[in-house]
T-cell receptor, first 117, second 112 residues
Framework: KAGVTQTPRYLIKTRGQQVTLSCSPISGHRSVSWYQQTPGQGLQFLFE???????NKGNFPGRFSGRQFSNSRSEMNVSTLELGDSALYLC????????????????FGEGSRLTVL | DQQVKQNSPSLSVQEGRISILNCDYTNSMFDYFLWYKKYPAEGPTFLISISSIKDKNEDGRFTVFLNKSAKHLSLHIVPSQPGDSAVYFC???????????FGQGTELSVKP
């Protein structure tokens, strides 16, 4: 069973540009969550999508947005990039169906490392 | 507002000894707790979890302890092995399968 796939793995942008990151969840998983990892801050929750609907949102500015497609694949977008957006962006999938038993475990991809110059 | 805190950024332990990683949380609504391990250039992988109805869960060399009154959990690794060297994140959610809130991570180094 293929794991969570994130593309691109590495990218470099300049301030003011925008970026789109892609995530393909494990087959059969309908929930996709996005996290930002920076040194000292751990994993900060960005948002979660389930069946094409945003189910939860973290405390990030509106420059950060996302969406989920009917095949459960997800994209996140960051507009007007700032130096502080440099981070590892991690996508995670899970079964995520409310009311259905699951371990609560998230399956993470390897991340997309964004550097903003 | 850091609801889940790992106050030790790093920990160094000798091979064969016990590693104890600590985690504190502030939100009493948290009901489910997990530990993840992360190697460089890889995504975090699930290690072990515990529900608030328990105070201990064991899986091989890994044991998680939960003290709800102190809002504290810990991960014990016995015996520690060099391959355990990684960053460990604790996470909490309000229900099993809910949104996970992560701590800042503790980098464990197990020396041969």
């Amino acid at each position: 069973k293929a794991g969570v796939t994130q593309t691109p793995r590495y990218l470099i942008k300049t301030r003011g540009q925008q970026v789109t990151l892609s995530c393909s969840p494990i087959s059969g998983h309908r929930s996709v969550s996005w996290y930002q990892q920076t040194p000292g801050q751990g994993l900060q929750f960005l948002f979660e999508y389930f069946s094409e609907t945003q189910r939860n949102k973290g405390n990030f500015p509106g420059r950060f947005s996302g969406r989920q497609f009917s095949n459960s694949r997800s994209e996140m977008n960051v507009s007007t990039l700032e130096l502080g957006d440099s981070a590892l962006y991690l996508c995670a999938s899970s079964l995520g169906s409310p009311g259905q038993p699951n371990t609560g475990e998230l399956f993470f991809g390897e991340g997309s490392r964004l550097t903003v110059l | 507002d850091q609801q889940v805190k790992q106050n030790s950024p790093s920990l160094s332990v000798q091979e064969g000894r016990i590693s104890i990683l600590n985690c504190d949380y502030t939100n009493s609504m948290f009901d489910y707790f997990l530990w993840y391990k992360k190697y460089p250039a890889e995504g975090p992988t699930f290690l072990i979890s515990i529900s608030s109805i328990k105070d201990k869960n064991e899986d091989g060399r890994f044991t998680v302890f939960l003290n709800k009154s102190a809002k504290h959990l810990s991960l014990h690794i016995v015996p520690s092995q060099p391959g355990d060297s990684a960053v460990y994140f604790c996470a909490a959610s309000k229900w099993q399968g809910g949104k996970l809130i992560f701590g800042q991570g503790t980098e464990l180094s197990v020396k041969p």
